[in-house]
């Protein structure tokens, strides 16, 4: 039993003297891959390129690119009939805006010199002296002066005429004149109101045209061809109703406040009329 013993125990030494030897090498040989991954390092150096990729991007990302389809694609691109339509709505929305605000400039003018006329003409001793008080270029002023000018002309055959009627007569005269002075350029306003539209309307249908004749005659219809031109010639039609909106909303605004200045005109004529009236047959009851 005992040499049994010690049998064992010498061949679980030498077990173990073999494992110690064989256990080394195979460790070793396990631990020898990872030791080429140190200089695997090197091979690590594109990653940083990324960045560098990334930046490159950003800054094509940044770059300003122009509008291959905007006006000035369209200007530059279009014939001279293009050209031409364009110049002529460009005209056009110079010209309705010019109107619109020198308009409502003056019938500003024309309400405060009606305000001027109400505290200081009617507080006069006579007509001739309130109507010195006005500014030259009221027309309120002009109305006075036109009734003071009939009231003196009452003569020769004009005398044959009734006086009441004359003075009537001329103090209309001249609030018609007032009127058609409010209504200076607002013909014109109507009439780009009605044409800006279509003369918008003709721009896109020949930018059409020769739009699908360019890509008729290249043989290529495929979406950035036709987008590009079809989109360029749509522009017409939107500058063409951009000219338009304005022109007829500042029409029908300026007609309005035309109408309500006129109120006080008429208003300012039937008062003056009433007073040359009872001033030239005052002195016949004398």
């Not at 699908?212 to 290529?220: K, S």
């Amino acid at each position: 039993m005992l040499k049994m013993t010690r049998s064992a125990a010498l061949a679980a030494v030498l077990l173990i003297a073999v494992a110690g030897a064989v256990v080394p090498p195979v460790a070793l040989a396990q631990a020898q891959p990872a030791a080429p991954a140190a200089p695997a390092a090197p091979a690590a150096e594109p990653p940083p390129a990324a960045p560098a990729a990334n930046a490159a991007s950003g800054a094509r990302s940044t770059e300003v690119v122009d509008n291959p389809y905007g006006l000035e694609a369209l200007w530059k691109g279009g014939d001279m009939v293009a050209k031409f339509t364009l110049a002529i709505l460009v005209i056009m929305s110079m010209g309705s805006w010019y109107i619109i605000i020198t308009k409502v400039y003056e019938q500003y003018k024309m309400n405060r010199q009606a305000r001027a006329a109400e505290k200081t003409f009617w507080k006069a001793a006579t007509v001739r002296e309130g109507a010195d008080l006005l500014k030259k270029t009221s027309p309120y002023r002009f109305i006075a002066e036109s009734g003071l000018e009939a009231s003196s002309k009452h003569t020769g055959l004009l005398g044959h005429v009734d006086l009441n009627e004359w003075m009537s007569m001329s103090i209309q005269r001249a609030i018609d004149n007032v009127n058609s002075r409010t209504q200076d350029g607002l013909a014109f306003l109507a009439t780009v109101g009605s044409t800006a539209p279509f003369v918008g309307l003709f721009g896109t249908v020949w930018g059409i045209y020769h739009a699908l004749t360019a890509i008729g005659i290249a043989g290529q219809a495929s979406i950035d061809k036709v987008a590009g031109p079809v989109g360029e010639a749509l522009i017409m039609t939107a500058i063409g109703l951009a000219v338009a909106v304005p022109a007829v909303l500042g029409y029908n605004w300026l007609i309005r406040r035309n109408k309500a200045a006129m109120d006080r005109v008429r208003g300012f004529g039937a008062d003056l009329h009433a007073v040359l009236l009872s001033a030239a047959k005052s002195p016949a009851k004398g």
